[in-house]
């Protein structure tokens, strides 16, 4: 006889976590950081719409439409190219709990904080991670990428397009190209670089990338946009056993995003409105545009930073656009002089990460914050703020 | 030398995947299925806020306010009690990837389609799954439980508190305690159940639980939330070597969320502004209304679906209040019938799964939705719908 629950007793509710409180009031920032950045009205607004069903007809349409617009954002035919629910750093993820097995030589280019990530992610699939190493500020040279891959034969390489706590640029050209030679997978981080940078997947020989919502595109954080290639789904089907990670399954998915339509989770529907809402004005703008957008406005910032005496953190040649450091001058304390910023001004920037933690400031124009009244807007808080800037 | 990337061309883009496409526009649903619910305005209206950064002063603040309304709605004291950055399902596997270790026994306890889930999930980890077995419709009694952790003295128990295929509840009296007896760790899915039917996490002695917020709680689908009990955390403390799963590592997320704010990854800022205003409705209300609600419609619905003739699939004594399962009488292509509520009214309901598929329909009345009026509507529907039904 299976045993009932007696009926709710109202005494029977604890209220010690029972917080009463106002109804949300958050403040308005500026975000200058290195992201999430602001979200364009339109895309708040489609988030506030009312959500339908994650199997309504009119949600797989549109879940079509992100998987096109992404493409689009990517430059590139992959099939499998969905939003992850979930944010960037699970799309990451995707990428190597599907392709990585236990014992496969992974080679991981660090020249920043998120390096060391990938790292750490890889290890924990059983990949034989093995490390080339820069500099914070410095890139890879196609030489050094090659010179790794002869003498490691990875199965796996994985690199940074857009180095968001360095604010490096990795030149790519050739890379694809070598790794080919190599028989190595080509994964590549496009987290501050996918729609604010140029960016060619498929011209490339990108076999997988990453990225997220709240960057470049204009969007709230919630979503990790991901796209896996031919070769990568090669690797995907010689796999031998489950991947060991049920949520981020990409044949799991692939089967909901797909024509199968086959239930797996429930999408987060209102941040799909959001980020096809993002896509739609990306699109709209279109890429070309956006970029030189995006390279217009750090031009002007860093002639800006450099005006008020101040040092760029990243030679020109590397520097990457939507992401900018530059050095803390001495006798100002980084980390006060941003959260004044934010709570006097409402404007944020960030501090540095990892081996530039404390030496610099993460300034980003990212979206429609990159947008030349922002940049001026700092310029002036700058001066007026920082002692001996005039 | 690094080789620099030759400047964008405008003629390089490629155009194939730039679709045009107006702005956003999905219809009204009321969602009377498995989940999602419609959300509640004032939520909808939180997610529209522009959002601050994810380490903002004001941010962390609400991310505390979120962990605590958690734990009133699961009346629990338990420190690790956040939402993941992600759907439910995802916070499910939180609790598996964290405490699981290779060749741990976990005992599966499947009365409907989410329990084979969890075998799934489990096996992922390298569990040595054991299943136990109640057609679809059924409980597990104390005596059943009890067995099974006498015969295979297993690590974990996984249970669903409310199995939303079947629209079973699942009574609790003493299976807490019997897992104690035992050295197993209760794992509880309250997925359906958070916020909608009596659960005192604590004084049953559940170990680990994990929601969602589009359920009873009347957000929008986007993050998963879990909480892990202090036996749970000690396994945590004793694993030999780094969880196998990077995005949800619980030990790096509570670094996160805790009072180090160690960065890890960006949370989705306006899906917690949404939670909040979720979490503070609820408590406004109340949970002991909320309960008596969610109660009082099912009841309501109950007795409309058999003033119809309808069957219910589910005896009175385990029958979930949040999800019923009622039987699609003979003759009627239960599928083709959802289709057109939901295209000719704009009311989801949702069809069977796994081995109720093709044979009940699931009707929901989760969070703001369990109105007396949304009752009426679905059953003056389905009396004007319904051949036969008068």
Redesign the interface.
């Known amino acids: 006889?299976?045993?009932?629950?007696?009926p709710?007793a109202?005494s029977?509710?604890?209220?010690?976590?029972?917080?009463?409180?106002d109804?949300?009031a958050?403040?308005?920032?500026l975000?200058l950081?290195p992201?999430?950045s602001?979200?364009h009205p339109?895309v708040?607004?489609?988030?506030?719409?009312?959500?339908?069903?994650?199997l309504?007809h009119?949600?797989l349409r549109?879940m079509g439409?992100v998987q096109?617009?992404l493409?689009?954002a990517w430059?590139t035919?992959n099939r499998l190219t969905i939003p992850v629910?979930?944010?960037?750093?699970?799309a990451w993820?995707t990428c190597i709990a599907n392709t990585v097995e236990r014992g496969d030589t992974f080679l991981v280019a660090i020249n920043g904080y998120f390096g060391h990530?990938m790292a750490?992610?890889a290890?924990?699939?059983g990949a034989n991670v093995v490390i080339i190493k820069k500099p914070m500020g410095q890139?890879?040279?196609?030489e050094e990428l090659e010179a790794a891959l002869v003498e490691h034969q990875p199965r796996l390489l994985g690199l940074i397009h857009a180095e968001t706590s360095a604010g490096v640029?990795q030149?790519?050209?050739?890379v694809g190209e070598a790794c080919r030679r190599h028989g190595t997978l080509l994964l590549l981080d496009t987290v501050t670089s996918l729609g604010g940078v140029?960016l060619?997947l498929d011209r490339w020989g990108v076999d997988m990338s990453y990225s997220?919502s709240?960057k470049c595109l204009s969007c709230?954080?919630?979503l990790g946009p991901v796209t896996i290639g031919p070769r990568a789904e090669e690797r995907l089907k010689s796999r031998t056993g489950?991947?060991?990670?049920?949520?981020?399954d990409i044949t799991l998915l692939s089967q909901y995003w797909g024509s199968d339509r086959v239930?797996?989770?429930?999408?987060?529907?209102?941040?799909n409105?959001?980020l096809?809402?993002a896509l739609?004005l990306l699109?709209?703008e279109?890429?070309?545009a956006a970029?030189?957008r995006h390279r217009r406005n750090a031009e002007l910032l860093w002639e800006g930073l450099q005006s008020l005496g101040l040092k760029l953190a990243v030679d020109e040649?590397?520097r990457l656009p939507t992401l900018t450091t530059v050095y803390i001058p001495e006798g100002v304390d980084g980390k006060a002089f941003a959260r004044s910023l934010?709570d006097e001004e409402g404007v944020?920037i960030g501090c540095g990460?990892g081996d530039f933690a404390g030496k610099v400031w993460r300034i980003g124009l990212m979206g429609q914050n990159s947008a030349a009244e922002n940049v001026e807007r700092l310029i002036d808080l700058l001066r007026q703020r920082l002692p001996g800037a005039a």
Request: hydrophobic letters at 35%; a negative charge; one cysteine or more.
């Open positions: 006889m299976t045993q009932t629950l007696p709710p109202t029977a509710v604890d209220q010690a976590h029972r917080l009463s409180l109804p949300l958050m403040p308005e920032r975000l950081g992201g999430p602001n979200a339109d708040l607004a489609a988030m506030a719409r009312p959500p339908v069903g994650h309504d009119t949600f549109l439409e096109e617009l493409r689009y430059q035919d629910s979930a944010t960037g750093s699970a993820e990530r750490d992610m290890s924990r699939y890139a890879f040279s196609l640029l030149p790519m050209e050739g140029p060619f997220c709240q709230p954080p919630g489950k991947v060991p990670n049920w949520y981020l239930y797996h989770h429930t999408a987060p529907v209102n941040m409105y959001g096809r809402e739609r699109a709209e279109g890429l070309d970029w030189q040649r590397l934010l944020e990460l």
